[in-house]
């Protein structure tokens, strides 16, 4: 095990690193613990002596000119901790990892292979939804061969080609602009991020995409900035199309060919319920999903309340998704599978950043909770009295 497990760090950089890295006027070491997902590195505590801040920059400044730049250096909370340091803030420690074993791999052919067998099962899903949402529309042929167990001779599929033409730009219009998004506020700070990985689904189309970083984030900011710039940016198209849909509701004639969405399917957001209800009196209805900003592990919620709030907020905030998810509190009958995905790929939180310690600022953190806040109005499903009273279960247009 030990020839097969992950590079360690060299007993005699450690030592160096002792002699000539950490000091009275920086960092005192008292004590050494491993760090790292198996152990592979090397957790400096001790008392520091100065700004956090400064005293990172400083160190890890000099850790290139004593090791050369074969290590990542990372400054965290200090694990079981008894107290807060008495400058303010926690109490700190610094990590110590080899590079090619704590920067993320890059994207391997498989991943590329899997990424792509998603792509097209996603286009499949939202044909799928496409063609459903617009059954009383469909002609009468494709109806026919599949409701009507006796029909042998399979319809022209071009009949098909108006419907899935006016359902692929709805859903890959949202998708596209969300991974976009992530991409434009990784750009700026030099942070990697793998392929998308698309999620598919049936009722929806699409439960969105899983993006990997690639890149060891510098800063908590940073992780805050790049998770919610894909679902603000897919939030602000999906509002407005939402806004031209309600719109387009009180009018069917100007509808046109554009997708018709029986909100029966979807009923299951409060927010957008209520929204629907006022602007359009007993007209419309519409549910819209944000899955993908629930503070569950490496979803983008999970990323952006672990840059805001720090590590152990996240635990706190899993486990009451967790149990709204299982209890059929959150997203209706899409509780089921999409707790289950998440438990089963996307439970653990993201790797910490070289600074994890450093307060994000009190607006970034607003953001966050305005979003989540948002998240939960959005999935908490209408039930069935206050539907009826206010009318809800109609038809929105696209």
Not at 171 to 197: N, T
Not at 292 to 299: A, D, S
Request: glycine letters at 10%; a negative charge.
């Amino acid at each position: 095990m030990e020839l097969l497990g992950p590079e360690k760090v060299d007993p005699a950089d450690v030592k160096l690193i002792k002699e000539n890295l950490f000091g009275y006027s920086t960092f005192w070491v008292t004590k050494e613990e491993p760090f790292g997902d198996l152990g592979e590195g090397i957790l400096f505590l001790g008392n520091l002596r100065g700004k956090r801040e400064d005293v990172y920059a400083k160190l890890q400044s000099r850790l290139v000119e004593i090791t050369g730049d074969k290590y990542n250096f990372f400054m965290v909370e200090e694990p079981n901790s008894e107290g807060p340091d008495p400058r303010g803030g926690p109490r700190v420690s610094f990590g110590l990892l080899r590079k090619e074993v704590s920067e993320p791999g890059p994207t391997t052919l498989w991943q590329y292979v899997i990424a792509f067998l998603l792509f097209l099962l996603t286009i499949g899903s939202s044909v799928e939804l496409g063609i459903a949402s617009q059954i009383n529309r469909l002609p009468p042929e494709i109806v026919k061969y599949f409701t009507d167990p006796n029909a042998i001779d399979p319809p022209d599929v071009e009949l098909l080609y108006p419907f899935v033409e006016s359902a692929l730009p709805l859903a890959y219009g949202v998708l596209g602009v969300l991974e976009v998004g992530h991409f434009l506020a990784a750009f700026p700070k030099k942070v990697k991020l793998s392929i998308p990985f698309f999620i598919p689904n049936i009722t929806l189309g699409s439960f969105g995409a899983i993006t990997q970083f690639k890149s060891i984030l510098p800063d908590r900011s940073t992780k805050v900035d790049i998770s919610l710039a894909g679902p603000i940016a897919g939030a602000a198209l999906s509002f407005s199309m939402f806004v031209v849909g309600l719109l387009l509701s009180s009018n069917p004639d100007a509808a046109g060919d554009l997708v018709q969405v029986p909100s029966t399917l979807f009923q299951g957001s409060l927010l957008l319920g209520l929204i629907s209800r006022a602007t359009l009196g007993y007209t419309c209805g519409l549910t819209t999903t944000a899955f993908n900003m629930l503070p569950v592990g490496c979803l983008d919620g999970g990323r952006a309340v672990q840059g805001a709030f720090g590590r152990n907020a996240l635990i706190g905030f899993g486990l009451t998704t967790y149990t709204m998810l299982g209890l059929g509190v959150l997203g209706g009958p899409l509780s089921l599978p999409w707790g289950l995905y998440v438990i089963i790929c996307q439970r653990t939180p993201e790797k910490p950043c070289l600074n994890d310690v450093t307060e994000v600022g009190t607006w970034r953190k607003a953001i966050v909770t305005v979003a989540i806040f948002l998240v939960l109005f959005t999935l908490l499903p209408v039930w069935d009295e206050l539907a009826e009273e206010l009318g809800i279960g109609l038809v929105t247009t696209f």
